[in-house]
């Protein structure tokens, strides 16, 4: 049972352009959202979090937008550059669970191309 | 201080063998995580501790895996008579320890059994 899924394993954009990862989830319980990028190689290193009272973050670059009634979660990057080529992991928390658990995706290859 | 490190990087062994795999988590974090990607795959929960309990044991896949934590600092994962189908490289992340602090993980153990 795949609760955090990211449907979609790969992605190309041009470098300039926008980057839209998406991430559905299907326990309405989780509140809390994060994003992970992974370079190979390497672990994954904290991108952008969101928690279940907003409906946007950003940080620079980066914004994470939440739409809690359709149980998805987008990373949006503009623009996006060559760097930002890794694989994208999305992770969902139950913070009320009592548990530290994060259940994560199974990742979005993004390639920007140069 | 220093990241999350894990040894050995890389693990060859022959099916049946049992292997350690050694995680260093940041000085003072809490929270510490083991998680397993196979290839091509996402990030599987294995197991967390909070100090040196584990509450969430869920992950593990089969009795044939364990992991101790000692001191609050070090943790094991112990995979026991392994098979081919284990072969992954396996991430260990820390946390200061409450549910909304990121995880920063490790690099991994790239271990592939023959």
């Known amino acids: 049972d795949q609760q955090v899924k990211q449907n979609s394993p790969s992605l190309s954009v041009q470098e300039g352009r926008i980057s839209i990862l998406n991430c559905d989830y299907t326990?309405?319980?989780?509140?809390?959202f994060l994003w992970y990028k992974k370079y190979p190689a390497e672990g994954p290193t904290f991108l952008i979090s969101i928690s279940s009272i907003k409906d946007k973050n950003e940080d620079g670059r980066f914004t994470v937008f939440l739409n809690k009634s359709a149980k998805h979660l987008s990373l949006h990057i503009v623009p996006s550059q060559p760097g930002d080529s890794a694989v994208y992991f999305c992770?969902?928390?139950?913070?009320?669970?009592?548990?530290?658990?994060?259940?994560f995706g199974t990742g979005t290859r993004l390639k920007v191309l140069a | 201080g220093a990241g999350v490190s894990q040894s050995p990087s890389n693990k060859v062994t022959e099916k049946g063998k049992d292997v350690e795999l050694r995680c260093d988590p940041i000085s003072g974090h809490t929270a510490l995580y083991w998680y397993r990607q196979r290839l091509g795959q996402g990030l599987e929960f294995l197991i967390y501790f909070q100090g040196n309990s584990a509450p969430d044991k869920s992950g593990l896949p089969s009795d044939r895996f364990s992991a101790e934590r000692t001191g609050e600092s070090v943790s094991t994962l112990t995979i026991q008579r392994t098979q081919q189908e284990d072969s992954a490289v396996y991430l260990c992340?820390?946390?200061?320890?409450?549910?909304?602090?990121?995880?920063?993980f490790g690099p991994g153990t790239r271990l592939l059994v023959l």
């Open positions: 326990n309405s319980m989780f509140d809390y």
């Open positions: 992770a969902a928390m139950d913070l009320g669970s009592g548990t530290y658990k994060y259940i």
């Open positions: 992340a820390s946390s200061p320890g409450t549910a909304q602090e990121t995880q920063y």
